[in-house]
Structures are given as C-alpha cells and as structure tokens.
C-alpha cells in the first residue's frame, strides 16, 4: 500500500506538469520567490533541549535552534513523546497542524505539562522523553534525570504548548505566571 501511495503522487505531479503550459512550468519549478515557503528543517541541523521548569518538574521547557545560515521549517506544534508509553502530548491551543518557520540562528520554545497533578493515582511513570521538531523526526531522548524531574517522568494527558518565540511566551502558553 505505501509503495502505490508513493508511486501516486509523483505520478499525478508529473501528468499536472505535462498538461501546464510549458513557459508556466518551468517559471514554477525554477523562479522560487522570497515568499516561498522553506524547505522543512533536516533533523541533524537542529539543536534540541528540554529541562524540567525550576520549581515545577511536571513542566518540560523544550527548545529548537536553527544554527544554520537559512530558515527551514520545523512543525507547529513539538512531537513529545513518553518512554515506552503510547501516545504523544496533545497541543494547547488545539489547532490544525501546519509549518513553522524557523529562521537561521534563530532558536523557539515550547512547554509540555506532562501531569496536572503529580499526586495523581492514575500516573504512569516512565524514565524517559523525548522531543522532535516534526513528526517525521526521531527526536531527541532525555532521561529523566537529565530532564531533573527525578528518577521518573510523571505522565497523565499531557499536553504541550505551539512553539513560541521566547521561554516566557511557552511558559504563559502552558499557564506559568
């Protein structure tokens, strides 16, 4: 079934090609404007960090730098993940999926509330998180210990801010004064 999917798509690009006018083509595939969308961000390229907030380890504050010399895109919306868990942290505000455009040298944050309360029953416990600028990423592993949230990460519906452009707009994003 992937193969057919993938084989669809650059087939149907092509015959939209072939029945464009010709000077409409190639203007498109070689004139990029300065509107252009950039290119997604490759995962190597990007630094990613995560900490537990001071004073609240059931808040992670993650970031992403772009330390190259163009923008890229990374997703909205951080990819957070639990250990060996199933499921990601669900964005807030809940909003359509869609790009965000990192600027060279440019670095944004992000907040995810692993646990409203940490003395909740219902908890599950994990040693590790982990964080990618887009869905197609792998990520990056922090254990807990390293997150300084303890031994564990205590999970129960996560939820995790949009990026944002400074540490402070994240921490307002997920409620911290």
Partial sequence: MRIRAALAVPVAAA???LAAQPSHAVTTATAPTDRARP?????ASL???AKAVPGDPAVVRMSVANPGARACA???VPTVTFGNLDGAA???P???TGGY???AGATVYADVRTIADPADREARRTDSL???ASAAHRGRSFTAGRLGTGTRVLVWEPVTTWWQPTAAAADRAIGLS
């Avoid at 290119?39 to 995962?43: I, Q, Y």
């Fill in 15 to 17: 015959a939209v090609l």
């Fill in 39 to 43: 290119v997604r961000c490759a995962e």
């Fill in 47 to 49: 630094t990613v960090r």
């Fill in 74 to 76: 990374v997703d909205r």
């Fill in 90 to 92: 669900l964005p807030v």
């Fill in 94 to 96: 809940a909003g359509s």
């Fill in 101 to 103: 455009r990192l600027a």
């Fill in 130 to 132: 982990t964080v990618a």
